[in-house]
């Protein structure tokens, strides 16, 4: 993947990357403010060693500092921590004070630095302050030779002082943590989730995956019926728009070929076929052409029933003997007519593979100027590819973010496998916020002041 496939996965899932940043923020804030706060004292030894001439200097201070490390431990010691404990105003035992005491010698110097924390600010203080001086005190006390004083001079060179910043909680280095690690987390949870999401998302992987055209992406319509109804779109809508793509390079291919008949089929139900079916007919009829609907779905006849028209009789009864074509044609719209699907039969792939229902074929293609066919889904059952068969054309719906890529190649073989002439796709349901959803219908259809740039309207601000 390169760069301009991350940034795509994070614009696709910036849900994950603000839901991560999110909840780590909000980690780092209960933290903080959970954390009960410590201060931290602190005070600087400096220890030399009396020397008598000055070729004793190099030997004082490799002295000195070769007893750093003893110095350190002395401060957890008894000597140290006892005496503390028991002074006023403290009220820690001996083991807690000891807790309490860090020291840190500078490389390559003989000084020492202690570090006296506590979750009392005053207690701190004070403990640094009575620490500096027994501190000296006990080390020259046990560095002291009989008779000579102590071979260890100890100077305090920096405070006792206490530290501006606490040492707990750093508030704006756990808020930068959470940052990094809510944009790693989620960066690492939209890749992963892109890695292994198998459905297809993009107009140019439906292109690979079917070897075919891509004749629209379609967008979503929240405007448009939902439980009834026909399922079209207003005329001046960014679905409509995209399907008149969809009919214009139908038209397209058309001018070369005999096609005036057209399976529209998906690979898994609920992919909006019978909504592209629907709307594709209004749209060749708005050319001012006759045009049929049929409903193929014998299974699960529904066309009549979102149409407002009678679903008694129709196909299954003129295929079955029952009724006459003239019979079961309906009138829906001005240039519409819908053959339904009729009443169910106990063999609908018999029914649709019979030579009854070629000649059907035929006849509706003289009648009429194009015959739209609303197929079954391809990969439950065999209806969609017997009707695919017999058409001039067929067009595989496929629902964006929703139908997988082994469902696509299924529904592909299954259409090969009948010698069925894949025309091309309509990836539908696109999301509006998609790259693939044609953004700019919005703003290019928007009245002129809408669409007036924002640096126009402050050169206009200006001039007034």
Known sequence: ???????????????????????????????????TPVYAARVTFFFTAPMAEAAELYPASMFSSGRLATYAELLASDEIAVPLANGSGIALTPEEIGERLTAETIADTVLMEVTVEDTDRPRALLLAQRLGVLFKDTVEKLEAEPGKGSAVRVEIVDGPRLEKDLVAPRELNNYALAVMAGLIVGGGSAVLREVSDTTVRSAESLRTL????????????????????PFVSASASARTEALRQVRTMLQTVAAGTSLKTLAVTSAVPREGRSATVCSLALLFAETGQRVLVVDAELRRPRLARFLGLDGQVGLSGVLGGTATLDQAVQPWGVGLWLLAGGHPPHNPSELLSSPRMTEVVDEVRRRFDVVLFDCPPLLPVTDGEVVAARADGTLLVVRSRR????????AVRALHAVNATLLGCVLNMVPRRDPDAAPSFDEYTAPRQERRRWWGRMSLEVAS
């Open 210 to 229: 079917t070897a075919t055209q891509v004749l629209a992406r379609v967008p979503e319509d929240d405007t448009a019926p939902t439980s009834a109804g």
């Open 1 to 35: 993947m390169g760069l301009r496939d991350y940034l795509r996965v994070a614009r696709r899932h910036w849900w994950l990357l603000v839901g991560s940043l999110l909840i780590a923020l909000g980690v780092a804030l209960v933290v903080n403010i959970r954390t």
């Open 403 to 410: 139908t997988t890529n082994a469902q696509v190649e299924g």
